[in-house]
């Protein structure tokens, strides 16, 4: 039987480390805010939302949101986020995505100020990533999956890595940040010959593939850690992952549920990057 890797109990550790950090910031005054940006109405979009204004409040940083119709011009979402970028009580902003089809997202996620990217979405924020230097933020999903390796004490160095998706959204960043902690990194997709076979090598699987039951009990081994970031409706209609938990979970050494693995843990990282972000804007009231 695989050790579980309950998300729940790193967002909880999280959760502490980010209200004494508020309150330090509380107490000079400084109120961190993060403003969530919304088109439509997408369930998946409302769900992320209430998540996120919920753990806010759970910490003490203030939340704002604006939303939008589906129709919205795309030159009236530029002209809010620029406002965002101006208004200096605001020290995170969170645009949630896809945007609608007629829009340009790369122009329109680019508008927003590295420092304020939360999330990692702007091509300053990624290209900090790659090179190491702090222009923003890295994208929380990836970054909640390290910080599951990180609590269960799960060290990455010399390690064989698979990564499953190659998006911007998760994994090609988790890529690079696993690739800083050592780890040796295959990234596979949908044109990877023999996946199971590829799969099977590694001592780490993380997957976003996207799609449910990609990870079967052939793509896996005795002593592997498994990382499932995938959200997918399966064929029994229920709430799943990428990995197929019931054949998975009792080959491999350890394996984070779906939902309660990295899904928990990902709006203790925004709220994280927001308080960060908070600091790094108001560093000369720390110098004082």
Request: hydrophobic share 40%; proline share 5%.
């Amino acid at each position: 039987m695989a050790k579980l890797l309950s998300g729940k109990e790193v967002a909880s550790h999280l959760n502490e480390d980010n209200k004494n950090r508020v309150r330090v910031l509380q107490e000079k005054g400084i109120q961190p805010c993060l403003c969530i940006i919304r088109i439509g109405e997408n369930p998946g979009d409302m769900a992320y939302e209430r998540g996120a204004l919920a753990r806010c409040k759970n910490t003490g940083v203030s939340c704002r949101t604006v939303s939008f119709p589906a129709d919205v011009s795309q030159e009236e979402l530029l002209t809010s986020i620029q406002a965002l970028n101006e208004d200096a009580s605001v020290h995170g902003v969170l645009l949630l995505r896809p945007l609608p089809r007629h829009m340009d997202e790369a122009k329109v996620v680019n508008s927003l100020r590295p420092e304020k990217d939360v999330d990692g979405m702007t091509d300053l924020s990624m290209s900090g990533l790659l090179s190491g230097r702090k222009n923003g933020f890295a994208p929380c999903t990836p970054e909640a999956a390290m910080a599951v390796l990180e609590y269960y004490g799960i060290d990455c160095t010399g390690k064989r890595a698979v990564v499953i998706g190659r998006s911007l959204v998760f994994g090609k960043p988790a890529a690079l940040m696993l690739t800083d902690r050592n780890a040796t990194v295959t990234v596979c997709h949908t044109k990877t010959i023999d996946l199971p076979a590829v799969a099977r090598e590694a001592d780490l699987i993380m997957t976003a593939a996207g799609h449910a039951w990609t990870v079967r009990a052939e793509c896996v081994r005795e002593g592997q850690t498994v990382i499932d970031v995938g959200i997918n409706e399966g064929p029994d209609h229920k709430l799943c992952g990428d990995a197929a938990f019931e054949e998975v979970e009792p080959i491999v050494a350890a394996i984070t549920p779906v939902p309660g693995g990295v899904g928990a843990v990902t709006t203790s990282i925004l709220v994280r990057h927001t308080v960060e972000a908070c600091e790094r804007q108001n560093r000369r009231s720390f110098m004082d």
